[in-house]
């Protein structure tokens, strides 16, 4: 027997325990429910959840939770216990169909952006059928959408759903018009890719700026880095494969298909990358993921970094979003077909990504923004803060020939005609899969990279899934309409080509040239979250969400909100850290160093007269100076935080950015240079050699 398959989703409420455990009408009601967005009806929800209960106790459960995704970009649950008295001191293991389908969590605490007044703090969270149910410690866990008393969403499933909603109305729309009535749903489907670091927990302890801030907000440039590209693909670690072993078997009970794992670019980092699955589950299975890394790593004596950008100097870590749109019957929308009318279809589909990113790149922008992924983005490591695309030549000159009506390859002389003729065959992954661009197709899906590895996937993804639903939408307003079908297709494709094409770039995307060309095509460069977060608010993305029922504008300008509270407050915790570990470790430490130094100067004098003291002097005077200086951008730092603008959020972000990071910036480079001459025994922690070789 192969224990693999026979513990595959062993914690998890599937449809083959369903099937086995639900009788037959109630688990078509779920089918549907699953399917089509049905409701259950409160006698199958009662089914349901005592089938649930059942299964879970067997299992050892003791606990149910609404397991949810506030917008703190993690998860969140409240343990409930199945337990409920029945007089005589006597209890019995209950679960109700309401409290399946409908929880109350008193969660007045999470961020809402100004979308509940406290006195109405009361949210709900709702059973989305879509996603299994799971055991995780004991804990039966539901996953449930999360919204505020007058129903506006007050996390990431809410509008992710939603956004698959609206992709698979207006994909239906479109695959109806090449003649295709069998498909009943289209959804997207993602796989995302997982960078992390794994550094020893005993070093890591010593680290406050690691323990409150998730980065290391100083430190000098180790001897050995990245530079041999010898951990890329090198041979695991014992410990790490060790921890991967057992991340894996917990993943693969709770049913999440973690297929590849790697070793990344800098020292320490890692990835992980699952079969792709439909959005929504891979977002909670992402979430899933994060959570067991890190809890898996302690159990290691390890910690897992999932900030984006935990050294300076080294790679970031990212999560590469791979993106695709799938019909129920198993069809790629994005892969190239056979026929003259497939090989049209996937053009408009790639045409309606094509146009999407282009009228979207400030929305794409924002989802990915924040203060951690701020340092890597543009940072010549990650892609650059210009969103663009990539296509790879074959596919860009076939564009080229229908923008263009000029022939193209086996085409012979002839101009190529959408939906009449066969398209040129092109081979898939031929091409330099080119690493540097943000956005890149990759043969039958897109490939976003600029999302950092510790957000949620969800945002993107309702980004990516509203704006192509938006190009659908106005693809089908011009084709449902035409007298010839064909000729109207040809003449759209060609049009979105000649108007979107300035996206598509198939160079290299960290070239300074690149980004002077960049803005010389009209696309936006946002460098910095306070740079992007307005766009969020302009009217063209409000309709867009309005538009397909995403977000409503108060939704909308709470998210804009919170990116902004968040990306402050991670900037005034990293400005508190960084004067806490100067105050109290780094100074005191290098002014002990340069007191000894003097004094052993003094010392030999008294006893010498020949030795120069040469090291000792300059090293005194130079780390003496040091001190001064640093000490005088403690206090600017200080100042700053003294000083904040009160009035407004963007104000206050660009403050931030402008005042406060700038000064950590400068005060950083001060303690970088003295701890490469402090001694190492004064020195009063882990260096980043000690940090990024801890795990042998
Ligand atoms: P890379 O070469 O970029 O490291 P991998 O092949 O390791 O990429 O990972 C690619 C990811 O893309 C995997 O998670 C894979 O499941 C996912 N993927 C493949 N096909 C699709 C698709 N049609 N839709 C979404 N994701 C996909
Ligand atoms: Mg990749």
New binding site residues.
């Given amino acids: 027997m192969n224990p693999i398959p026979e513990t595959f989703g062993s914690m998890v409420f599937n449809d083959s325990v369903m099937r086995q455990r639900l009788p037959k009408d109630v688990f078509q009601q779920v089918q549907l429910s699953m399917t089509e967005g049905k409701r259950l009806d409160s006698a199958a929800a009662t089914v349901v959840a005592n089938a649930m209960k059942d299964w879970a106790i067997e299992k050892g459960a003791t606990h149910y939770s609404h397991w949810f995704q506030p917008m703190t970009g993690i998860t969140a649950e409240k343990h409930e216990s199945f337990l409920s008295p029945v007089g005589g001191g006597r209890v019995i293991m209950e679960f109700s169909g309401k409290e399946l389908i409908q929880g109350e969590p008193d969660a007045s605490s999470f961020p809402s952006g100004g979308l509940r007044a406290t006195f109405e703090a009361r949210g709900y969270t709702a059973w989305d059928p879509t996603s299994y149910a799971f055991i995780k410690d004991g804990i039966l866990c539901i996953p449930t959408a999360f919204c505020s008393y007058g129903g506006e969403a007050l996390d990431k499933k809410t509008p992710l759903l939603r956004s698959m909603e609206a992709i698979n109305r207006q994909g239906l729309r479109i695959v109806r018009l090449f003649g295709n009535n069998r498909v009943t749903s289209i959804k997207t489907?993602?796989?995302?890719?997982q960078e992390y670091f794994l550094i020893d927990r005993e070093v890591y302890e010593k680290r406050k700026d690691l323990i409150y801030t998730g980065r290391t907000l100083f430190g000098a440039k180790p001897p050995k880095g990245q530079e041999l590209d010898d951990h890329y693909f090198g041979a695991i670690k014992p410990r790490v494969a060790a921890f991967m072993k057992e991340l894996n078997e917990e993943l693969w009970k709770l049913g999440v298909m973690a297929?590849?794992e790697h070793n990344e670019v800098a020292p320490g980092q890692h990835?992980l990358?699952?079969?792709?699955t439909t959005t929504n589950i891979a977002a909670d299975h992402n979430q899933l993921t994060m959570e067991l890394m890190r809890k898996i790593a302690k159990k290691h004596d390890m910690v897992c970094l999932l900030h984006e950008k935990p050294f300076a100097g080294l790679n970031g870590s990212g999560k590469?979003n791979?993106?695709?749109i799938?019909t129920n019957e198993g069809v790629?929308l994005?892969e190239p077909g056979e026929t003259p009318y497939e090989n049209a279809q996937f053009l408009l589909f790639l045409c309606a990504v094509i146009q999407a990113v282009d009228d979207y790149q400030d929305m794409l922008r924002i989802s990915v923004a924040s203060a951690a992924n701020d340092h890597r983005l543009g940072a010549n490591e990650a892609p650059p803060a210009v969103v663009s695309m990539f296509l790879g030549a074959e596919l860009e000159s076939i564009l080229n020939a229908i923008e263009n009506e000029a022939p193209y390859g086996n085409v012979k002389k002839e101009q190529i005609k959408v939906g009449v003729h066969v398209l040129p065959k092109f081979p898939r992954d031929t091409t330099d899969?080119n690493r540097t661009s943000p956005f890149a197709f990759?043969g039958?899906?897109f490939?976003f990279r600029m999302p950092g590895s510790s957000a949620s996937i969800s945002g993107v993804n309702v980004v990516l899934n509203t704006a192509v639903a938006e190009s659908l939408r106005q693809y089908a307003d011009i084709l449902e309409q035409a007298e010839n079908f064909e000729a109207c297709l040809h003449d759209l494709i060609r049009d979105v080509i000649r108007s979107h094409k300035r996206i598509v770039f198939n160079g290299n995307g960290y070239d300074e040239a690149w980004i002077k060309e960049a803005e010389s095509r009209g696309l936006l460069n946002l460098r910095s979250t306070p740079d992007c977060v307005p766009y969020y608010l302009a009217q063209k993305n409000i309709d867009l969400f309005v538009r397909h029922r995403v977000y409503s504008e108060t939704e909308i300008r709470a998210r804009y909100q919170i990116k902004l509270d968040s990306y402050c407050k991670v900037l005034h915790m990293e400005a508190q850290t960084l004067l806490e570990m100067t105050r109290k470790e780094i100074l005191p430490s290098v002014s002990a160093y340069v007191r000894d130094l003097t004094d052993s100067v003094l010392t030999r004098r008294e006893y010498s007269t020949r030795s120069a003291c040469r090291f000792e002097t300059e090293l005194e005077e130079k780390l003496g100076g040091l001190v001064d200086a640093a000490y005088v951008k403690v206090l600017a730092l200080e100042d700053a935080l003294r000083n904040l603008p009160k009035d407004d959020s963007l104000r206050l972000a660009v403050f931030y950015r402008d005042e406060v990071l700038s000064r950590m910036e400068e005060l950083r480079h001060d303690l970088d240079e003295m701890e490469r001459l402090t001694a190492a025994e004064y020195w009063p922690l882990p260096t980043y050699g000690d940090l990024l070789f801890s795990v042998n």
């Fill in positions: 489907t993602v796989g995302p890719e297929k590849t990835e990358a699952p079969i792709f590469h791979n993106w695709s799938c790629n994005l899969r990759t039958n899906k490939e």
